[in-house]
């Protein structure tokens, strides 16, 4: 038991919640932003003794997750939308409903995996699933594409706490290129979201529908 | 010569900055060529090794590895024969991205193919998504950015469930007493010792990831958009090239399956796989109106047809890695005849496209026959790959599978049938203010051509050299025989 460690995670999930029920783009941006610091701060919080390997993927996600990422998104959002509100299909509190669910889901879950005996007490593998399912609920019930880039980002992030637990099978060189691949993804389709402004006049990916059968 | 697994990354990557760097709009397209030729020179060079590894372990260059590379390089080529000629009739816009893009696209497909430790293939095949989705904009309408923005989202969300799914796997190796890892052929060989909840927890969510990638129906739904909107050469480098680079990665998965004795897990879950996506293909292939739409589906199919012959296993598997590079290069015919027939009319829609064969006789020739040989009609490879597969279905007793093959590969023969007729057969609508006369020059069909000549001698004789090489991708997945 690590009472760091688990402080850093319970913040991460209470950002879960925070995305789901805020109502204006910015903040929920923010809010990935500072999920991504937290993250950053993960790696020297698991892995005890001080290597290169944690100090790069430290900072690696610091650079990536915290700060490049959002500034991009906020850099896009100021770009291209007039209204800034999050619209979604489902109303907030049904969100932080579903959330919250998902989270108690989760925990159960977690519960009755067959942990390796050392990881049997952490709160790494339910906060990482409580995450992705977070990241999926952004994905599917949110309208703008911005804040679909965003549920991306949350379900990434999950991914990552769930990473956390590998270091021996995730060598430095693979770990930057997982954060290189997902700066590359949100730059483009930072440029795809900034055309579809400029095309359709909005982001709303409702308007979406020419392409169907 | 020695050509080691990095050679086949780094030549068409260094043609890749040779493109972004040439500062003409006219003369760029020229690299593209001769960038291909170096590089099937490089992947036939490749198959006279053996198995080659570097990077302690990381990239290795096997039979599956040599098949996948073998398979890209030759579409590539034929895709890079007809580039020039297309990006003339497209002179207006820069063709920078496209011929970059293309090159990078097929270097990190040669990453993929060699790559042995998992996580690098991930990071390599996310790196095909990037690249290719702001080709598919390449025509700048409202079309083909919606299109880009569904492949882009869906293919990242889907290839990140992958990256969850190689950590499980990675989670499995930890319960025994190795230490975790990604590095496949660690992974093989400890595979006795790997801890099947996790296992199957990692079979079922890659499968979900990389079939998402793959196109696998029910997670196909940005297939139909991409190929439909993006330039006939780009679909065709998607739906032969970069499909391609997902089946490996689930081939490796297959292996690890097999080596640690849970095929019987993983066998049924592909056959249902392979057959659902069969089934979603010739529903919607009925009535399809536009062509480039009808080919995704058709994609759609053969990624079942794939996954179905990989379930099966034993001679069926042999019949799939066959039709892997039968479909891959079939596809190449269609699409690049395709885009004939579109710039001929201004469009792709079956309302529109009607007596092609009065119209553009080569193209529709070249389309009819493209068509003939993907629906399984002897003397084309399909028709070898796809009976080798069903032979092998009846010959394990897969009765029920077998014969719901045969039924879909039936329906779909009909389904495609009506709209590729439609399109080819009579009357042509009266001339527009199209480049009619441009579409059928030797430039834009001579290539297509050499696809038909390769398919037929698929079909026809398959060298020894090339028999044996798939026998050892199938013994790769599956373990000796």
Same mark, same amino acid.
């Given at each position: ?8 995670l319970?913040l991460v ?5 925070f995305?789901?029920?805020s ?9 990935t ?7 950053a701060?993960?790696?020297f919080?698991?892995?005890e003794?001080?290597s290169?390997h ?19 998104? +906020?850099?896009? +959002?100021?770009d291209?939308t ?6 979604? /299909?489902?109303g907030f ?10 989270t108690? /889901?989760? /925990?159960?879950?977690s ?9 049997a007490?952490?709160? /790494? ?5 409580a995450?992705?399912?977070?990241g999926f609920l ?9 804040t679909q ?6 379900l ?11 270091l021996d ?12 691949d ?14 579809i402004?400029?095309t359709f006049s909005?982001?709303?990916?409702a308007?979406?529908s020419?392409?169907?059968? | 010569?020695n ?5 086949c990354?780094?030549v068409p990557l ?5 493109a ?16 291909a ?5 490089v ?18 260059l096997?039979?599956l590895? !040599? ?8 579409l ?6 007809y ?13 920078r ?9 097929v270097?990190m497909?040669?990453l ?5 430790h ?14 290719s ?6 025509n700048?309408?409202?079309k083909?950015?919606e299109a ?16 969850l799914?190689s950590?499980f796997?990675a989670?499995?190796?930890l319960?025994?007493p ?6 496949f ?5 400890n595979?006795a010792?790997?801890?099947?909840p996790?296992?199957?927890a ?5 499968l979900?990831?990389?079939?998402? !990638?793959m196109g ?9 958009d991409?190929y439909g ?17 997902a089946?490996i990665?689930?081939l490796?998965?297959?292996a ?5 004795g ?9 056959v ?12 919607f ?6 062509i480039?739409?009808m080919?995704a ?12 012959g ?7 598997l ?5 039709h ?9 015919i269609?699409f690049?005849a ?17 007596g092609?064969?009065?119209?553009v ?14 629906t399984?009609s002897?003397?084309?490879?399909p028709f ?24 879909l590969?039936?329906a779909v023969?009909?389904?495609m049938?009506?709209?590729v007729?439609?399109a ?12 009619a ?7 834009l069909t ?5 696809l038909?000549l ?5 079909g ?9 090489l ?7 997945v599956?373990?000796?025989r």
């Amino acid at each position: 038991m690590n009472p760091s460690l688990d402080a850093v995670l319970v913040l991460v999930v209470l950002l879960n919640f925070f995305t789901l029920g805020s109502s204006r783009v910015s903040a929920v941006i923010r809010a990935t932003g500072t999920q991504g610091v937290l993250l950053a701060a993960l790696p020297f919080l698991v892995h005890e003794p001080l290597s290169t390997h944690v100090v790069l993927a430290g900072l690696g996600t610091l650079a990536v997750k915290g700060i490049a990422l959002p500034w991009l998104l +906020m850099r896009a +959002m100021r770009d291209v939308t007039i209204r800034r509100e999050v619209e979604p /299909l489902i109303g907030f509190t049904t969100s932080l409903l579903l959330g919250g669910a998902g989270t108690g /889901l989760a /925990l159960l879950f977690s519960g009755g995996l067959p942990l390796a005996p050392e990881h049997a007490e952490s709160r /790494l593998v339910p906060a990482a699933f409580a995450t992705v399912f977070t990241g999926f609920l952004v994905l599917t019930t949110r309208r703008k594409a911005i804040t679909q880039i965003v549920g991306y980002l949350i379900l990434e992030n999950g991914i990552f706490l769930f990473g956390l637990l590998l270091l021996d099978a995730l060598p430095v060189m693979v770990e930057l290129g997982v954060l290189l691949d997902l700066l590359v993804g949100v730059f483009v389709m930072g440029i795809v979201l900034h055309h579809i402004q400029r095309t359709f006049s909005t982001i709303d990916t409702a308007r979406f529908s020419t392409l169907k059968e | 010569m020695n050509i080691g697994p990095l050679d086949c990354v780094l030549v068409p990557l260094a043609f890749a900055i040779l493109a972004f760097v040439v500062p003409s709009n006219r003369l760029r397209p020229l690299v593209l060529p001769a960038g291909a030729l170096a590089n099937l020179a490089v992947a036939i060079a490749a198959l006279a090794d053996g198995t080659r590894s570097t990077a302690g372990g990381w990239l290795v260059l096997d039979a599956l590895g !040599k098949l996948v590379i073998l398979t890209v390089a030759l579409l590539f080529f034929f895709c890079a024969l007809y580039a020039p000629g297309y990006l003339r009739v497209r002179a207006d816009r820069s063709n920078r991205q496209l011929c970059g893009g293309l090159f990078f696209q097929v270097a990190m497909l040669s990453l993929v193919a060699t790559s042995h430790h998992l996580g690098l293939l991930w990071v390599a095949l996310e790196a095909t998504t990037l690249s290719s989705a702001p080709l598919i904009y390449f025509n700048r309408t409202p079309k083909a950015l919606e299109a880009a923005w569904k492949y882009l989202l869906i293919c990242s969300v889907g290839i990140a469930l992958a990256l969850l799914g190689s950590f499980f796997l990675a989670y499995a190796s930890l319960h025994g007493p190795h230490s975790s890892t990604l590095l496949f052929d660690d992974l093989v060989a400890n595979a006795a010792s790997l801890s099947k909840p996790w296992l199957h927890a990692a079979f079922v969510t890659l499968l979900v990831g990389y079939g998402t !990638k793959m196109g696998l129906a029910p997670m196909h739904t940005w297939k139909p958009d991409a190929y439909g909107e993006a330039p006939g050469i780009l679909g065709a480098m998607l739906a032969g090239g970069v499909t391609s680079g997902a089946v490996i990665a689930l081939l490796r998965l297959l292996a690890i399956m097999h080596a640690a004795g849970e095929a019987g897990f993983a066998q049924p879950i592909l056959v249902v796989m392979g057959l659902v996506s069969m089934v979603f293909a010739a529903v919607f292939m009925v009535r399809q109106k536009d062509i480039k739409r009808m080919l995704a589906y058709s994609s759609i199919e053969h990624m079942g047809v794939l996954i179905l012959g990989f379930g099966l296993g034993g001679l069926a598997l042999f019949g799939a890695l066959l039709h892997l590079i039968c479909n891959a290069l079939t596809k190449g015919i269609l699409f690049l005849a395709t885009g004939n027939l579109h710039r001929a009319y201004g469009s792709k829609s079956t309302d529109v496209v009607t007596g092609a064969l009065d119209r553009v006789p080569i193209s529709a020739s070249l389309f009819l026959v493209g068509f003939l040989a993907i629906t399984g009609s002897p003397p084309f490879g399909p028709f070898v790959s796809e009976f080798t597969i069903l032979r092998a279905a009846f010959a394990s007793d897969h009765f029920v599978a077998g014969g719901l093959f045969l039924v879909l590969l039936m329906a779909v023969f009909l389904g495609m049938g009506s709209t590729v007729l439609l399109a080819v057969h009579g009357k042509a609508p009266p001339e527009t203010a199209t480049d009619a006369a441009s579409a059928d020059t030797p430039q834009l069909t001579l290539p297509i051509v050499g696809l038909v000549l390769v398919v037929t001698c698929l079909g026809v004789w398959l060298p020894a050299a090339f028999v044996q090489l798939l026998e050892q991708a199938a013994a790769s997945v599956e373990g000796p025989r």
